[in-house]
């Protein structure tokens, strides 16, 4: 319901009550709504200019929560206004969000493309990485590329006059594109941007022009809320120094406001579920440009124009073309553009809501619209009530086809101590967000920023949850790259992705680090912290969260056992990069995303995925590693078959290690599904991890060292004319090459080439199935990177050949040499005697283990299924039971359950009281398999209502089960 409050309404004295909003905004005049859950904020928006405001609730509700997952509501509604002054001298506003009706004058159809009755599916809202791009062909002012973690864009109008109050207001020509901008590090994951363009589609110009934004909060309960502002009283402008408690560190701040709850306390309800108040804070970052007013408003010397003259700036200011640093000259930087800034912030209660364009225009202007009082900035606030702000800029005048912008910070932050008096509470956590604000806003939105965080499904199961994540993440570029390389720094690395952390709450306020992988790259730096610059710390987290980094290899699941059934639980993964900002270490971490799983038992006739992992190529015999198939997601897993195929090895050049190449293809399809590099150390057990695919995890387990001395242990020789023998042969090793040992027997046939030296016409792989190539580049600058292939040499440090001339001694194969013998009592002529169509034999030492590469595995898999239960009974239980109010599953007295568990996957549950009278019938269906994420599985809860949603009283009840499996009949007993 919306709030309610008493309004004295007195020409002698009368009262009467009205609703927050007289006039509640039709649910048929949503045409796209968004919930945006993306770091510590909840709030829906609307492509009609609202935000915040939850109409999904009938009359609507406060929809705007902080931090998540706490159902803590701060925002009940909030939007943009928009006025001016027509050609006509009319005074007109169009409200994004009115605070009076909770309504939108505005429409989600641009001008160019208004029909009046939106039906288009292209009039939404576009976000990503799920709906974007916006189609350019329709959209062409809309972005392309994305800038933060989670981008939003939609276009509404003032277009549609039906939206606007009769006789009181009507359409002025304006479209606005709103972009709105997330990120989720420890810095900016209790903040969101709003940037409105709103340009002038009238066809004339439009003066006198204010823009603004109007927040109407409510933190908790409305009636008792409070703002306040940033304002230098000697100065009379809305900015100064906020200093910290201890008056031991500073903090410039302007254009800041918020609105908190006066004494600090709110009682559990269905608005706040628990803590302590913060603030809710809007930090207005960009406005209209001021180059026609003959002001230096930014103080830096230059005038109007003079900001956007290139030539001007280089020849007479060379000092201010990019002051800021972030790559982008001063005459094209909108940060350093001299603007209006914000010229008014105004107060009100519920009571003196402006109703008309009229008092709505002056309150834009700065107006105090009850008295006509000029009075730009309401400071002072002693009296707690419904409350709510408006920030505006101009007058400005926007002609045809102009736009103007204007960009606001939405920050939430700590205000104080539970019932600590407002006036002497610490400002320094809201001025601390506003400072990070405006720094992303200074630099084009276009900082070091940390990878995406990988999409996690969180599988629960009995005393049980897998995590599991995708890779995606791993082979996108660091949009800032091209900002540091125009910078002039070349220490910058494109691709920086370093590794994963897993986090574990029991609330998702609170988060306990569980696991931590990266890259195994040869970056180290958990004993080099000293010098590590950490961006946007969280000083709740450990030194030792931020430096790990033991170059072991990533990971992509994690099975945490530590659970019990019934429990809710808050899991996160996030990624972090590693890289160089001008020589300087950097590391930055994706923001926490919780998702919430509760474990639970499977389902009676539940039966689990399976699958077999069968060799078609290689070494069966002599190979040193093994595999595990872990269905982390079993709904997804399909009755299919993979081929598994290790490709040709590379080498580490750093350290001289292997790495070997696999991919995973679908064999129906013929589609790869994962490529994967796996760099190995020989001599070491490791374990390799593949990315998720099909609802599994594939492990991959191994240990080769090298061949030590002998690579080769066995000869055989088979003449075509010639008495040479396999004692004419002996093995050597090449250790600067053992990365490209494979522990396969080859097959050498002679030949001779057109020119008439011998060569080698075929080098095969006989345990593998593959031809060895000749490569020229085998031993190159003396470091074997090339090694993969043969060659004949005459020394191990001379050029390769792919002729047998006379000082060769050497026949090279991946990992190891044959050498032939010279003297002795062997014939010193041997290579003489060799002939075309002589048959070699190399068998390799096997002792240490055999490589993977060209190795082919068949994956087959089947999916899930539930079983028909032949022969078994149905052994359904009730937990808690007895149920008992205090029981540790309850966290509130607003949420109660209990649970059916060893359920079969379909089934009715009728639940009696002693008398037999029916109080709940509940449908239990779990999905088919492949359809949904089986998060009930065998499980299935009750909220101890009836069937009229009224609570039940203490008592035993009856519980009956009906399937087709069988039925059955148990009690239980409730004691509140």
Excluded at 58 to 86: C, D, V
Excluded at 153 to 170: E, I, M, V
Excluded at 260 to 266: F, G, I, L, M
Aim: with cysteine.
């Amino acid at each position: 319901m919306f709030k309610k409050l008493l309004f004295i309404f007195s020409l002698l004295a009368f009262a009467f009550l009205f609703a927050k909003s007289l006039n509640p905004p039709s649910a048929k005049k949503i045409f796209d709504m968004l919930w945006i859950e993306y770091n510590r904020w909840r709030y829906p928006l609307y492509n009609d200019g609202r935000f915040g405001i939850d109409v999904t609730t009938g009359t609507g509700e406060a929809g705007g929560s902080w931090p998540r997952p706490l159902k803590n509501f701060y925002i009940f509604g909030a939007g943009i206004w928009i006025g001016a002054i027509n050609s006509q001298g009319e005074t007109l506003v169009s409200c994004g969000y009115d605070p009076n009706s909770g309504s939108s004058e505005l429409w989600p159809e641009i001008y160019s493309r208004y029909t009046g009755t939106p039906s288009d599916p292209a009039d939404c809202i576009y976000h990503f990485p799920d709906k974007w791009p916006p189609p350019k062909d329709k959209f062409p002012m809309a972005p392309q590329d994305t800038i933060s973690g989670k981008d939003v864009w939609c276009c509404f109008s003032d277009a549609h006059a039906p939206q606007h109050k009769p006789g009181d207001t009507k359409p002025m020509g304006v479209d606005v594109y709103l972009t709105a901008y997330h990120w989720n590090l420890p810095s900016t994951r209790d903040i969101f941007f709003l940037k409105y363009d709103v340009k002038n589609v009238s066809g004339d110009t439009l003066r006198n022009m204010y823009i603004g934004v109007v927040l109407d909060a409510d933190v908790g309960a409305y009636s008792d809320d409070m703002m306040a502002m940033v304002y230098d009283a000697a100065t009379r402008r809305p900015r100064k120094y906020v200093y910290n408690q201890a008056k031991t560190d500073s903090i410039f701040v302007d254009n800041l406001a918020w609105i908190y709850d006066s004494d600090n306390r709110e009682n559990p309800s269905t608005k706040w579920e628990k803590g302590t108040p913060g603030a809710v804070a809007y930090d207005f970052l960009q406005s209209p440009y001021a180059l026609w007013d003959g002001i230096d408003n930014d103080g830096d010397g230059l005038i109007d124009f003079q900001e956007v003259d290139s030539a001007y700036i280089v020849n007479n200011r060379p000092d201010l073309i990019d002051s800021d640093d972030d790559g982008f000259p001063a005459w094209r930087d909108f940060s350093e553009i001299e603007q209006l800034g914000m010229t008014s912030c105004k107060r009100w209660p519920i009571e003196n809501d402006p109703r008309t364009d009229v008092e709505k225009y002056l309150v834009l202007a700065g107006y105090d619209h009850t008295t006509r009082e000029y009075k730009p900035y309401d400071y002072i606030d002693e009296t707690p009530a419904d409350k709510r702000f408006l920030q505006s800029s101009g007058p400005f005048n926007l002609p045809p086809d102009s736009i103007a912008t204007l960009v606001v910070a939405v920050i939430a932050a700590k205000y104080g101590e539970e019932g600590q008096p407002y006036n002497q509470r610490d400002t320094w956590d809201l001025a601390r967000a506003s400072a990070e604000a405006q720094r992303c806003y200074d630099k084009n939105w276009l900082l070091p920023a940390p990878p995406f965080p990988p999409i996690v499904t969180a599988m629960p199961q009995d005393n049980r949850v897998i995590l599991s994540w995708d890779n995606r993440m791993e082979k996108i570029p660091d949009p800032y790259y091209k900002i540091a390389r125009m910078t002039g720094d070349t220490t910058y690395r494109e691709y920086d992705f370093e590794g994963y952390k897993v986090y574990k709450s029991l609330d998702g306020i609170e988060w306990e680090l569980k696991a931590i992988c990266d890259l195994k790259n040869n970056i180290k730096y958990a004993d080099t912290f000293k010098t590590i610059k950490i961006i946007g710390k969280d000083t709740t987290y450990s030194e030792s969260i931020f430096v790990w980094a033991n170059d072991k290899g990533t990971f992509y699941y994690y099975v945490d056992d530590s659970v019990i059934n019934g429990q809710t639980y808050y899991y996160a993964v996030t990624a972090f990069d590693y890289n160089k900002q001008r020589g300087e270490i950097l590391i930055l971490e994706s923001g926490i995303q919780g998702i919430e799983v509760t474990p639970r038992r499977e389902a009676g006739n539940y039966q689990a995925p399976k699958g077999e992992i069968k060799m078609l190529t290689g070494d069966s015999l002599n190979n040193k590693f093994k595999f595990d198939l872990l269905f982390t997601v079993p709904y997804l897993a399909k009755n299919k078959e993979y081929l598994l195929t290790f490709l040709d090895p590379i080498c580490d050049s750093a350290n001289k290690q292997p790495i070997y190449q696999a991919l995973i293809t679908d064999t129906t399809y013929s589609e790869t599904l994962i490529t994967y590099n796996l760099p190995y150390t020989l001599g070491k057990n490791e374990k390799f991890y593949f990315p998720f695919f099909d609802g599994m995890n594939l492990t991959f387990t191994m240990k080769l060292d090298t061949a030590k001395a002998e690579p080769f242990v066995a000869f055989e020789i088979k003449n075509v004319n010639g008495s040479y023998s396999e004692e004419s042969l002996k093995a050597k090793e090449c250790p600067e090459a053992s990365w490209a040992f494979r522990g396969s027997d080859y097959r050498l046939i002679w030949g001779r080439k057109p020119e008439g030296g011998l060569t080698l016409a075929e080098v095969y792989d006989l345990t593998n199935g593959v031809k060895v190539e000749y490569n020229p580049l085998f031993n190159q600058g003396r470091y074997y990177n090339y090694g993969n292939c043969w060659a004949f040499q005459s020394g191990r440090t001379t050029p390769p050949s792919d002729t047998l001339r006379d000082n060769e001694i050497f026949i090279y194969l991946p990992g190891g040499y044959v050498q032939i013998r010279k003297g002795g009592a062997i014939n010193p002529q041997i290579k003489q005697m060799i002939q075309p169509g002589d048959t070699w034999y190399i068998y390799s030492n096997k002792l240490y283990g055999t490589a993977p590469s060209y190795n082919k595995f068949k994956i087959t898999t089947t999916g899930m299924e539930f079983t028909d239960m032949a022969g078994q009974k149905l052994n359904v239980k009730v937990v808690p039971n007895p149920y008992i109010i205090t029981n540790k599953w309850e966290k509130t007295t607003l949420s109660r359950r209990l649970q059916f568990v060893n359920l079969p996957n379909e089934c009715t549950i009728r639940i009696f009281n002693l008398a037999g009278d029916l109080v709940k019938i509940i449908e239990h269906k779990e999905s088919e398999k492949g359809t949904n994420n089986n998060k009930f599985g065998g499980t299935e809860e009750w909220n101890l209502l009836n069937q009229h949603d009224q609570k039940v009283s203490s008592g035993v009840y009856i519980f009956h089960i009906d399937s087709k499996y069988g039925k059955q009949i148990g009690k239980f007993a409730i004691i509140m």
